[in-house]
């Protein structure tokens, strides 16, 4: 769950960088890094922290050119060490490569060991300086970026979102699943690739589509043109991107976020009606879907906890016990809206379970007389591979236990979860065109020792130069 960006703007791409990572900082908030590149310099400027921490106004006017990349970095693969920050960046025949990624690879090991075998030495213990590895030794014999991509997709195994500055020429692409999200818009000067549409929209820009699954984007100074490198028989987006991860409003892969949640919230009623005083989220994230449910039960919706908004997100926090203090400095009680009340308490789902316990704990303390939880997403049963950082089914409070066990774990008076169906039908897209995998335990790509969807991917040739004309401001979105 990191965030990726990619600009050419003719204005410089630095400050326009740095806001589109602002705009995508709660995809990561363990690093941050730009790179940029100006005549025969390739700029960065990286380090651990927030995006307002890392960079100030003297980094980004050093950091020079009218294009370039950035990340912030949410760690998964890969341990929370300086030389894990992205971007990465390689130096071969005259030629800058930067390159970051969202995402997560499950055949790191075997091409790590297979290019260590080759007498290749990596810097850091992460699956991006492997995919920077593939299109490195790819252009060293191929004759074009197009390709190296072509050479990469092939041999990678896993979800990623990359872009890569190759000198003064930005390129983006998804995997042929498009597990990660990825979307292009249109600038004044120039255009922008990033995991949300919301970094599009902190730059005034216009939104022009989502990167297709198997796409390659190119843009320079001259535009943008497109390639489509490989197709599959389904698509896999990620659920818990409209769960949890993705901001509520972003557009992605054509929904919007918030009416998914709201449309989920509304589901949670419907499923399972209780007589209640009030129907409050958990900030943020479960507000729309409280919205929905409010909307339709006709239970008023009422904050029962505020929210400290200089806190970051609890879930991506590395530890447990990082996790566990950061509840009670990050949400408190609002006593008056709580005390002798019957209260539907909405979130947007249950991972390890202590989080909940404590929330629960707080609003009972608060004088409520029945907290009846409601969860936006089905029970989590199974570890992800793909980008989440829950590893072990023995994290995983549901894994294994029946419902009811999860709700006197908790400590809440009810507890339901919205059905996989329901929120299949929330999203809009299908169920063979989503990654359930941490749902249903059977991944869209192989991994060892688990079950696997079957899904065939074919690598196509022939270049599709895309028509700017579709991408000026007022166009319908495509």
């Known amino acids: 769950m990191c965030g990726i960006v990619g600009i050419v703007d003719a204005g410089g791409v630095s400050f326009p960088l740095y806001y589109a990572l602002y705009a995508l900082q709660h995809r990561g908030q363990e690093s941050a890094g730009i790179s940029t590149f100006e005549g025969t310099t390739l700029y960065t400027h990286k380090a651990q922290g927030l995006v307002a921490e890392v960079f100030n106004s003297q980094t980004l006017q050093d950091l020079q050119g009218n294009a370039g990349i950035g990340h912030v970095r949410y760690p998964t693969t890969g341990s929370k060490v300086p030389e894990n920050v992205q971007p990465f960046n390689f130096r071969y025949r005259g030629l800058d490569l930067a390159i970051a990624h969202n995402g997560n690879l499950v055949n790191t090991a075997e091409l790590r060991e297979e290019y260590e075998h080759r007498g290749q030495i990596f810097c850091t213990t992460t699956d991006t300086e492997i995919i920077g590895n593939i299109i490195a030794d790819a252009l060293r014999t191929s004759k074009s970026m197009e390709d190296a991509v072509l050479l990469c997709m092939r041999r990678l195994r896993g979800s990623y979102a990359t872009v890569a500055l190759l000198n003064n020429t930005v390129y983006a692409f998804r995997d042929p699943l498009g597990i990660k999200p990825l979307c292009i818009g249109k600038l004044d000067n120039g255009y922008i690739v990033a995991s949300e549409s919301v970094a599009i929209d902190a730059l005034d820009g216009t939104f022009v589509r989502d990167v297709r699954p198997g796409e390659l984007i190119r843009i320079d100074e001259s535009g943008l043109t497109s390639t489509q490198i490989a197709t599959a028989n389904r698509k896999a987006y990620c659920i818990f991107e409209y769960v949890y991860f993705a901001r509520a409003d972003s557009v992605m892969d054509g929904t919007l976020v918030y009416d998914v949640r709201r449309r989920i919230g509304q589901k949670l009623y419907d499923a399972n009606p209780v007589e209640a005083d009030t129907a409050c ?198």
């Open 281 to 478: 989220p958990v900030p943020d994230s479960g507000i729309a879907y409280a919205a929905g449910y409010a909307e339709q039960s006709g239970i008023p919706f009422i904050e029962g906890l505020m929210k400290n908004r200089y806190m970051g997100r609890t879930f991506i926090m590395p530890t447990q016990q990082q996790r566990e203090r950061a509840v009670r400095i990050k949400l408190n009680t609002v006593r008056g809206n709580l005390k002798d009340k019957r209260v539907v308490l909405i979130d947007d789902s249950v991972v390890r379970g202590t989080t909940s316990r404590r929330i629960v704990n707080m609003i009972r303390d608060a004088g409520a007389e029945e907290i009846h939880l409601r969860v936006g997403s089905p029970p989590i049963i199974a570890p992800c591979y793909l980008g989440v950082d829950m590893p072990t089914r023995t994290e995983l409070i549901a894994s294994g236990k029946e419902v009811e066990a999860v709700r006197e774990s908790v400590g809440a008076t009810s507890l339901t979860y919205i059905s996989l169906e329901d929120l299949v039908e929330a999203i809009g897209c299908g169920e063979q065109n989503l990654c359930t995998g941490c749902l249903t335990g059977c991944y869209p790509v192989e991994i060892n020792g688990e079950k696997s969807c079957h899904c065939v991917v074919d690598y196509v040739a022939g270049t599709h130069q895309s028509d700017l004309s579709t991408f000026k401001a007022g166009k319908e979105r495509t």
